[in-house]
């Protein structure tokens, strides 16, 4: 497979912090990476610098080997990458449809569309059509999503994210705040987004999680990549010996 | 870079704020100045009485300070007579907005050694000023009695609208109308509305009124914002001139719907005249004449074919 | 969707509303259920109804706009003193083409007062309520700075009779213009991706912001648009009284958001809707007429309108709680 999207030798200080020391990173298309490190050592920083919400200072961006600039999240969702943030950014007043839309209404045809009315009939079936594809079961349509449960609420936020990304999904624990069996299914969405040739990078502190649903772990620890396993070779003991820097740098970039 | 452009800002708001407070003047002192604290900005019967005030003024010598709260408002108006006081002019004139409240900031006035007259409204306390100039309310207030009932043959519901309770000079027109109703057997006085100064509420009270009592032979308004709201009322009731309107004052606004036949006769202070002599009493204590405790002067009875008196008393917006 | 969830607080609120004229109309048959009271009814809550469209979009976003009875204020000065300076002075006798200059003057001037409301709050990020306190003084100071602190008493006779006192199809003009706006004030809330992005920057104007709504521009809209219809109400203010009214309008503000709170609209943002601030406009007017009507003493009414407020809201908070715990 491919190489989708890559940083590298990416920079970033915040003040006196230096968060970013050269990381890079890489995702394949169809493939489940999973981004792991102790707290601080810069995975969501990462994500953010690949989601467009901050510019590196020094380091390179390539997406299909291509160097890219990513200059604002709206830049990334225009190549296709979207980002499933860990508090969601969900309206939580608003119907599933709505926030599986907001930002991409789809309006009427001719002169009412022009006026900017929205066709939510529309909407409402694609969104059906998108829930259904990925596994995501709710009993109504219309209700607000602040009523749902947290699992589905997580789905939704999910859903999202895949029904738009072309080329990349970001999550950022996706599941923290789940129980067992959302969990579950949650994770279930993430095997059927990859499944459709999509690159899923999940951010996650859980190591069984991590190894069940991951193909590769690429493991960060102060600002760089320090180590890259694939999930099938690796035990939570080798995980952790790197994310703490008990076992010496593997495969390193 | 923030901080200082921060610090530009705040530079430029309390320049801003300079040169604002040069160009309106502070309060003025000096032995020759009276000041002059009406009870609101803008209000043609204020600016008649300051009219009045200016022209005696000048003919004994003296200059006036107008220092007009924005409001017809104590917690505005003290402040005004803090500043008033320590600038020291000779003399204060003043339209207390509270018959209590005003008297703290002024018994502080009084203990400087400024000399106080009220014109208009007065405090409770009557220690405080050496003389007090108003209307007399009541008085005024039974003119609108009788003129209302010489317009609608002296029978019929009749409906009186106040500004808020607790204003003491429309209270007592309100008081003094219905005192002067009794005196006519067929007349029914339906009772007191407050339109809390609001005319779109003055509105609102006749037209509902008019619901309830489709016969109301006439409405007496005790100030602007009650007359302009009852005749917008009247209007959209349908009901110009077969109701009949009494409006208090004679601003230009009441004189035009008057003329334009919305309300039927106005009950006109003279405000000029309580200017007036409202120098004429500080002036006094200040030369150490006699001073009159309680003057007023007289109110008429305006109606719209009345041109001489019209002239004469309808309020001015410019001197 | 979020026109049903509103539509079942409406359902509520409306009943309340119900009740109230049924209770009045049982006191006065012969007084309150009349063609004369609706008609009157409705033109005086005309105005209000104007603002608190415009109010029930700014509080969807989890915004407040305290400055609207002042911004009317200066616009209908502004649109006063243009139509008298148009006509030399005196616009008593001007015509339809001094009194049409005289309404773009006025929604010029309060939407110029919005997108100065909309910047200072998105731009410079200071909080609605002290952005919109701030201007509520500065607009009234304005209007009495253009107007020379007196009320301007000279409007166009045309403009009073057709607007202010006239009738189409037998409905009183004043009522046509605020059901025109009331309607479209509808439609763009609950059917166009404008009312779409008002509900979700209330809900949540982060997420709104990373699905690449741009937050700032929208709210700037939205605080032009309740300028914009604080200016149209100025203007049907001139129409009704035929001055300026400088002293009135101080509580129009407080009016406006007790109608949209009371229509079932949320404070936090993210939830509300047109139809429950028609209703929520309506409960105060219907009470202030009712007590008149069934003579309630007047030093009871300010007490008793209070109470039905509270107790409104607390049924309609009764109502939504059983729901939302079922």
Request: aromatic share 6%; charged share 15%.
């Amino acid at each position: 497979m491919s190489v989708l999207l890559e940083a590298r030798e990416l920079v970033k200080h915040y003040g006196a912090v230096h968060a970013l020391r050269g990381a890079s990173f890489s995702v394949d298309a169809g493939e489940v990476v999973a981004l792991i490190g102790d707290n601080g050592a810069g995975k969501s920083t990462l994500v953010r610098h690949l989601s467009g919400v901050e510019q590196p200072e020094s380091g390179q961006i390539l997406l299909n080997g291509e160097p890219i600039t990513l200059g604002s999240p709206t830049d990334a969702r225009v190549q296709g990458i979207e980002t499933v943030y860990q508090d969601l950014a969900i309206a939580p007043e608003l119907d599933p449809a709505a926030n599986l839309f907001l930002g991409r209404e789809i309006r009427r045809k001719g002169l009412l569309g022009a006026l900017g009315m929205l066709d939510n009939g529309a909407m409402r079936e694609k969104a059906k059509v998108e829930f259904d594809r990925l596994g995501v079961s709710l009993q109504s349509m219309s209700t607000p999503i602040g009523s749902l449960s947290g699992g589905q609420r997580q789905s939704i936020a999910v859903a999202r994210a895949v029904a738009w990304a072309s080329k990349v999904v970001f999550m950022d624990e996706p599941t923290a705040a789940l129980g067992v069996v959302q969990r579950e299914r949650v994770l279930d969405v993430i095997k059927r987004v990859r499944d459709t040739g999509i690159g899923v990078v999940l951010i996650s502190h859980n190591m069984p999680e991590v190894l069940s649903v991951a193909d590769r772990v690429e493991v960060l620890r102060l600002g760089r990549r320090v180590a890259e396993f694939r999930a099938a070779d690796a035990t939570i003991e080798d995980l952790v010996g790197a994310m703490t820097g008990a076992l010496g740098d593997g495969e390193a970039a | 870079m923030r901080r200082t452009r921060v610090a530009a800002v705040l530079v430029a708001l309390l320049s801003a704020v300079l040169v604002l407070t040069a160009c309106q003047g502070g309060a003025k002192g000096g032995d020759h100045t009276l000041s002059f604290i009406p009870g609101t900005k803008g209000e043609p019967f204020y600016i008649s009485m300051q009219c009045g005030a200016q022209a005696k003024a000048a003919e004994l010598g003296y200059t006036l300070d107008p220092q007009p709260p924005d409001k017809f408002d104590p917690s505005l108006q003290t402040p005004i007579v803090s500043a008033v006081t320590a600038a020291k002019p000779g003399a204060i004139l003043i339209a207390p907005t509270s018959p209590v409240a005003m008297g703290a900031p002024l018994k502080e006035a009084k203990r400087a050694g400024i000399p106080i007259v009220e014109v208009d409204t007065a405090l409770k306390d009557r220690s405080v000023a050496v003389s007090s100039v108003s209307s007399d309310n009541p008085k005024g207030g039974g003119l609108g009695a009788d003129a209302l009932a010489k317009l609608v043959g002296e029978k019929g519901p009749v409906l009186i609208i106040d500004t808020t309770a607790g204003t003491s000079t429309t209270n007592a027109r309100a008081r003094g109308f219905a005192e002067q109703l009794k005196k006519y057997p067929e007349m029914k006085n339906l009772g007191t509305q407050y339109n809390e100064n609001e005319a779109s509420k003055a509105a609102t009270i006749v037209t509902a009124t008019l619901a309830a009592h489709p016969d109301l032979a006439g409405i007496f308004a005790t100030n602007l914002s009650s007359t302009e709201g009852a005749a917008t009322g009247l209007r959209n009731a349908g009901k110009t001139g077969q109701v009949k309107l009494i409006g208090f004052d004679a601003s230009p606004k009441q004189v035009a719907d008057m003329k334009a036949g919305a309300i039927q006769a106005l009950i006109a202070q003279d405000p000029a005249a309580i200017g007036a002599s409202g120098v004429q009493q500080a002036v006094n204590a200040l030369q150490g004449k006699p001073v009159e405790r309680t003057l007023l002067p007289d109110m008429v009875t305006i109606t719209a074919d009345d041109q001489a008196t019209l002239a004469k008393y309808a309020y001015k917006t410019k001197c | 969707m979020v026109a049903k969830l509103s539509k079942i607080t409406t359902v509520w609120i409306a009943l309340v509303l119900v009740l109230l004229c049924v209770v009045f109309s049982v006191i006065n048959p012969a007084a309150f259920p009349t063609a004369f009271n609706l008609k009157t009814l409705l033109v005086e809550a005309a105005v209000l109804l104007v603002l608190s469209v415009g109010m029930t979009f700014v509080i969807i976003t989890a915004g407040i706009d305290l400055s609207v009875g002042s911004v009317l204020l200066f616009a209908s000065m502004c649109s006063a003193l243009a139509m008298n300076s148009m006509a030399g002075g005196d616009s008593t006798a001007a015509g339809a083409d001094v009194a049409f200059v005289g309404l773009l003057v006025a929604l010029v001037a309060g939407a110029a007062w919005g997108v100065l409301n909309g910047l200072l709050i998105t731009v410079a990020k200071v909080p609605p309520l002290i952005v919109t306190l701030g201007s509520f003084g500065a607009a009234l100071g304005a209007a009495q700075l253009a107007g020379d602190g007196t009320d301007v008493d000279t409007v166009p006779e045309g403009m009073r009779e057709w607007l202010g006192f006239g009738n189409t199809l037998g409905i009183p003009n004043m009522v046509l213009v605020a059901l025109i706006v009331t309607l479209l004030g509808g439609w763009l809330l609950t059917t166009t991706r404008f009312g779409r992005y008002t509900f979700a920057i209330g809900s949540n104007p982060e997420a709104a912001r990373r699905v690449g709504i741009s937050v700032t521009r929208h709210l700037i809209m939205v605080y032009t648009l309740v300028g914009l219809l604080a200016g149209l109400a100025g203007y049907m203010s001139l129409a009704q009284f035929g001055a300026t009214t400088l002293s009135g309008h101080t509580t129009d503000n407080l009016n406006a958001i007790a109608g949209v709170v009371l229509g079932g609209t949320s404070l936090f943002g993210g939830v509300g809707s047109i139809a429950g601030t028609v209703i929520g406009v309506f409960i105060p007017a219907v009470l202030t007429r009712g007590f008149i009507i069934t003579g309630v003493q007047a030093y009871w009414q300010p007490i008793a309108v209070g109470l039905v407020l509270v107790a409104a809201v607390w049924f309609d908070q009764s109502r939504r709680r059983a729901r939302n715990n079922r």
